[in-house]
């Protein structure tokens, strides 16, 4: 599958779009000039739908049937949300249109709830606070221990957080489903979490790595990385790159 005239890609994500009566693949994408661009699979249109955007966070849960919800971090520091339905205020899931009132938002971060058709969307702020909209039915709130944070990231069900002390923060749906993947208490010196399913993984800012949760397919078996300077998790894998840009990978690739 290929598409001509699509370049200067900075993000892009698959997506599910409402067709006729059911649903279609596609993908969303923003690229480095900050427009955002949705395309499904069946018409092949390429629609340009947003301008000026710098980062984009896209809903992994389902809403009104087949649609997802899609938010943009502008250059003005402010969010506009719309979905793969549209952009029509009803097109946006139920709890979320308060973010397009938010101001002075630097980063975004969204992630699903374990009870279908729910999910959070949560924006970083400069001095370190965050804001946050959910589903009526989502929950937990990033309230308590939420403040001097640096970064955000999105897991499948939960959204983690390094602070300016270099520690973790997690909100999570469902303890039930936790493996231990934010038993994070000795991390220190963080730069970046990566989320996986059942795993978590912290960069440190001396290029080390850590990992804790489930580690069935070796997933979390980092402990003789060095020089990493970004890292990601799958389900059942980590990947890190070295500054050298070569990659180090831990775990199983694949499905």
């Known amino acids: ?104 938002i630097t980063m975004l971060a969204c992630c699903s709830g374990r009870e279908d058709g729910t999910g959070i969307l949560i924006g970083g702020k400069e001095d370190g606070t965050v804001e946050f909209v959910k589903s009526p039915s989502f929950p937990g709130n990033p309230d308590e221990g939420w403040n001097e944070i640096v970064s955000i990231h999105a897991g499948k069900y939960a959204i983690g957080a390094v602070k300016k002390d270099g520690t973790a923060i997690f909100l999570e749906d469902a303890p039930e489903y936790n493996y231990g993947q934010y038993n994070t208490s000795g991390w220190t010196d963080l730069s970046q979490l990566a989320m996986g399913q059942y795993h978590t993984v912290g960069l440190r800012k001396d290029g080390t790595v850590y990992a804790t949760g489930r580690n069935d397919a070796g997933q979390c078996e980092v402990e003789d990385w060095t020089d990493i300077v970004w890292i990601t998790a799958g389900d059942s894998c980590t990947i890190g790159i070295r500054a050298d840009g070569t990659l180090a990978v831990a775990g199983e690739i694949g499905w």
């Open 1 to 104: 599958f290929e598409w001509e005239g699509v370049e200067n890609v900075q993000d892009i994500t698959d997506a599910v779009y409402p067709y006729q009566d059911g649903s279609t693949a596609g993908y969303i994408w923003l690229d480095r000039n900050g427009t955002l661009y949705m395309s499904d699979l069946d018409d092949g249109q390429r629609s340009p739908v947003v301008e000026n955007g710098i980062q984009m966070a896209v809903g992994n849960w389902r809403f009104d049937g087949y649609k997802q919800l899609c938010a943009v971090l502008l250059k003005d520091n402010t969010v506009t949300l719309l979905s793969t339905g549209g952009k029509d205020p009803e097109d946006i899931p139920e709890g979320f249109a308060e973010a397009e009132n938010w101001e002075d």
